[in-house]
């Protein structure tokens, strides 16, 4: 028999079907703890768990965890697989949530074979990927409020929003703290800056007189709102962004003590120039990849470091994969693009496809495609990477005397 279950916010539905794609069971559940117990429990009445697939439009959520933890394998379907097969079962393509539960377990009763079973992460694994994502929610919404400060600024205030480099540096935001307005820094001289910088241990390249004269080339925007009410405004947007700053800083301290306990971590922390912050984003987004994929070219696919190729008769494309785990890509296209900084394999690998005429997101494309072959050797062998181990980097070094700019 396999479940098919149509996930909603509020009520979901499912429907168990038999081999032969028989309804042997359909009903609603309600999105409460006492809905998901009962239609736990109405499941276990038609077979055990372990044999009783699930197919769903969605890998992740609580209803999946729920699944997996009564033991039931989770399939997820992807809606674009989901939706491209509907003309199976009507051509009209009428929809309604009874239908597309039962349309899933059929689709996962004739072609269950193409998809793949979730297999749910440890403990530590799923913490350090929750505090991956959240920190990247954060890193957005700080972005996000340094931009409506800096358009504050600009339309009230903008020599505040330039007399320093950052806006969002800890220095920036005391300066803003102290003087709000234009009005608050009429008097503001080199004596009273230089003051300024050394309480708040300002250790810049610039000098007080510099950032002062900052200060004054920037133009003078006329007072439009009263200087309490921008006072307030530029107060609230500075206590949000330095909220967001601490915010940061605290998740960066929990992804150190997450790794130290990690055992795959421990595999990959002397890459090179690979940071703390990607570490954890690779061990926690690239790593699932690397433990459910079929071998290394599945594994690249998956995180979008292979193209798409399309041939037909005479004509055959290789375009971008669109389709892909997009989280993966981005952290392994990070650690890719710092890697080359600091390995003269990478280097010389990059170097290579930017000759060919590549692009620069192209060319870091192939060296994700490297690289992952590196990781899928470290992550299934359980060797800790060494340079002195990694042929290619080896064969570089041996280059480098005879040609110190291959």
Known sequence: ??????????????????????????????????????????????????????????PSGLVVERLLEAGHPVVPIHPNAFSAARPRWGASRAKSDPKDSYCLADFLRTDGHRFRVIKPLSGGAEGLRALCRLRDDHVKAKVAATNQLASLLDAHWPGAARIFGRLDSVIA??????????????RLGESRLTMFCHR????????????????????????IVAPETLAQLVSAQVRLLTSLLATIADLDSALGRALLTDPKASLLKHLPRI???????????????????ADCDHACAEVGAAPVTKKSGKSEAVNFR???????????????????????WAADLYKQARARGKRHPHAIRILMRAWMRVLWACWHKELAYDPKNHGGEVRIAKQLPENPAA
């Open 1 to 58: 028999m396999k479940v098919g279950l149509d996930w909603a916010s509020e009520i979901h539905h499912v429907t168990v079907i038999d081999d032969a794609g028989g309804i042997v069971d359909s009903f609603q559940v309600e999105h409460t703890e006492e809905g998901l117990c009962r239609a736990l429990q109405r499941l276990r009445k038609h077979a055990v768990p372990s044999e009783l697939a699930v197919a769903i439009e969605r």
């Open 275 to 293: 940071g703390k912050v990607n570490l954890a984003q690779v061990v926690a987004e690239v790593g699932p990849v690397l433990e459910r994929s």
């Open 322 to 344: 669109w389709a892909a785990n997009t989280k993966a890509r981005k952290a392994l296209a990070t650690f890719a693009d710092n890697s080359r900084h600091a390995s003269p």
């Open 200 to 223: 708040h241990s300002y250790c810049g390249r610039r000098s007080p007189t510099e950032l002062l004269q900052r200060l004054r080339d920037a133009p003078v925007a006329p007072t």
């Open 173 to 186: 935001l005391a300066f803003l703290t102290d003087y709000p307005t234009p009005k608050s820094a009429t």
